[in-house]
């Protein structure tokens, strides 16, 4: 009966010019028009990472014209300078590339030069001295995340009237060498000297619960006065809390009462974002993971011969559910803060 039923749909296939899985068209015409992709994704380490996953496949779909072929690096560069070389034998017409870390990546972006391919970087920036070895950047601006939460934290607590002497703040880094980690670390550890807080430590956790959740795990062994930490994402965030709790002490920004001030980034969890609306999460700096329309749109501008721009940054808020906080200033520049309910 199986046979009979197969033979049906392969005849079918043969009248109305459907396609297999797998098979190509009889038509060159249509193989020609999709533009093929290839997108060398660092890993899936987080909630963000899989947001700016999906918010990439929506985009490059069969029929908007695309043919994605898609690599997970699982953390590793050379996983991704090896899917870029099988990009470039493949002959896609761009590669798009979101680095695990900013060094290391001038060999195998002048193959791709080379081949003629352009590159497009996602998210985290590499850091080349022949700024030609990629074509545009889109991302987040790391250096203001940092500089906008660790200002946050400094109206917070002088709305509260806290001497900066008694913060005692540790740094769960994200992925060592990576932008966002760069850009993060930066703001507490600048803040820190500027406003006087003691920045006790900086250990990455990785941008994972799990790691998050180790990490604070060992501070809390070391360090009994802590009353800040400063997470560089969500989901080392959740694994503070387990953390904290586990130890029997509690989150939240009554530092003067024993909570501990819990700070993070992304505000793409649904667990941290209900965690920032009862304080648990004091405050989320916004870290933007839909980049798929902004590079579709780099794409298109290219494919009409135009010349997008170099760098584009994404414009990011910060989420509190404390109102003592409405905006902060960087640099003359007035930041609004997204109160949450
Ligand atoms: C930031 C991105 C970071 C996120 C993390 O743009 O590179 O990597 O903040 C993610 O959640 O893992």
Same mark, same amino acid.
């Given at each position: ?29 249509? !193989? ?42 699982? %953390? ?21 590339? +979101? ?109 994972? %619960? ?48 024993? !909570? ?15 965690? +920032? ?28 011969? !135009? ?35």
């Amino acid at each position: 009966m199986k046979r009979f039923l197969l033979m049906l749909i392969c005849m079918a296939c043969l009248l109305t010019g459907c396609r297999g899985i797998g098979e190509k068209t009889s038509d060159p015409e249509e !193989e020609k028009q999709l533009i093929t992709v290839g997108f060398s994704q660092l890993g899936a380490e987080s909630d963000w990472r899989k947001a700016n996953t999906e918010s990439m496949l929506q985009a490059f779909t069969e029929e908007n014209g695309y043919e994605l072929i898609m690599e997970d690096g699982q %953390q590793k560069q050379v996983n991704q300078i090896t899917a870029i070389r099988t990009f470039i034998q493949r002959e896609v017409d761009y590669i798009v590339l +979101a680095p695990v870390t900013e060094e290391g990546w001038e060999t195998v972006l002048e193959e791709a030069k080379d081949a003629g391919i352009p590159v497009i970087i996602v998210d985290r920036q590499v850091k080349v001295k022949d700024k030609d070895l990629f074509t545009c950047w889109v991302g987040s601006d790391f250096a203001l995340e940092g500089r906008k939460a660790t200002e946050w934290l400094h109206a917070f607590t002088r709305a509260q009237g806290i001497d900066p002497a008694e913060i005692n703040v540790v740094d769960i880094q994200g992925t060592l060498g990576s932008s966002a980690q760069i850009g993060r670390s930066a703001g507490i550890l600048d803040a820190s000297k500027k406003y006087g807080w003691k920045l006790l430590a900086q250990v990455s956790g990785e941008y994972t %619960q799990a790691r998050g959740r180790e990490v604070m795990n060992y501070f809390l062994k070391v360090y009994d006065q802590i009353n800040v930490v400063y997470c560089e994402n969500d989901n080392e965030a959740l694994g503070v809390i387990e953390a904290v709790e586990a130890a029997g002490r509690k989150v939240g920004s009554d530092i003067r009462n024993g !909570e501990i001030l819990v700070m993070s980034f992304d505000g793409v969890n649904e667990t941290a974002l209900q965690f +920032a609306r009862e304080d648990k999460i004091s405050c989320i700096g916004e870290c933007n993971p839909l980049h798929g329309p902004r590079v579709r749109k780099i794409i298109e501008s290219l494919e009409k011969g !135009e010349t997008p721009e170099k760098y584009e940054y994404v414009d990011e808020s910060i989420f509190s559910s404390l109102d003592q906080v409405q905006a902060v200033e960087v640099d003359g520049e007035s930041y609004p803060v997204t109160l949450l309910k």
